[in-house]
């Protein structure tokens, strides 16, 4: 099947800092990606809906100028934790929609502010 | 505002148990709703299941939805240790959008 990455998968910064965290569909392109975030023992909320070529789509209550998408190709789009707080330290999961109604999901990123 | 509800949020069995997880959903432009098993790292896909509320199996899993009752189960059967794991239901609205339930922390104990 379809395989999405994700970059790092593992990261720890400092608050203050901003972090960017990749995704890539390796065998499909894709025009939309989806990012996720989950909190320890909560669900997947969606974030946004990243567009290739265009402005991504945000989610009601998620500050578009905190974090920070782009979708500058076919098979990758990025998203910037900008001014990380220790209250963004998350797990961030990208997706990217299949033939159909699949949809594939990265390994996810780890990320803890300290 | 969609809205997915799982229960319970929290189950413990034996192996060899049954279970039932379920879910409902109040979701416009409903097209679909997705079971996905979560272990350490992301989702993976189990069943989508549509309104024709055709069941699907695989192996010991098997789903069917009620559409009208906007109602999903997931069944377990011979529950074995590796079935622990986070169940998650999600409804399909407008194109590729999910919108997740809070999950069913599920444990097997051996």
């Known amino acids: 099947g379809a395989v999405v990455s994700q970059h790092p998968s593992w990261v720890i910064c400092k608050s203050g800092t901003s972090v960017k965290i990749e995704c890539r569909s390796l065998d499909f392109q894709a025009t939309t990606m989806f990012w996720y975030r989950q909190f320890p023992k909560q669900s997947l909320m969606l974030m946004a809906t990243s567009n290739e070529g265009s402005k991504a789509t945000y989610e009601q209550g998620v500050e578009k100028d905190k974090f920070l998408i782009n979708h500058a190709s076919l098979t990758l789009s990025t998203l910037t934790v900008t001014s990380a707080h220790p209250e963004d330290s998350s797990f961030y999961i990208c997706?990217?929609?299949?033939?159909?109604?699949?949809?594939?999901f990265g390994p996810g990123t780890r990320l803890t502010v300290t | 505002e969609d809205k997915v509800v799982q229960s319970p949020l929290s189950l413990v069995v034996h192996e060899g148990d049954t279970v039932t997880l379920n879910c409902s959903y109040e979701v416009t432009n409903f097209r679909s709703l997705l079971w996905y098993k979560q272990e350490k790292k992301a989702p993976t896909f189990l069943f989508m299941l549509t309104s024709s509320g055709i069941e699907k199996k695989s192996g010991r899993l098997s789903s069917i939805l009620d559409k009208k009752e906007l109602f999903s189960i997931l069944n377990i059967t011979a529950t074995q240790t590796g079935d622990s794991a986070v169940y998650l239901c999600?409804?399909?609205?407008?194109?590729?959008?999910?919108?997740f339930g809070e999950g069913t922390q599920l444990t097997v104990n051996p």
């Open positions: 997706s990217a929609p299949g033939g159909g109604y699949e949809q594939y």
């Open positions: 999600a409804g399909r609205i407008s194109g590729s959008r999910l919108t």
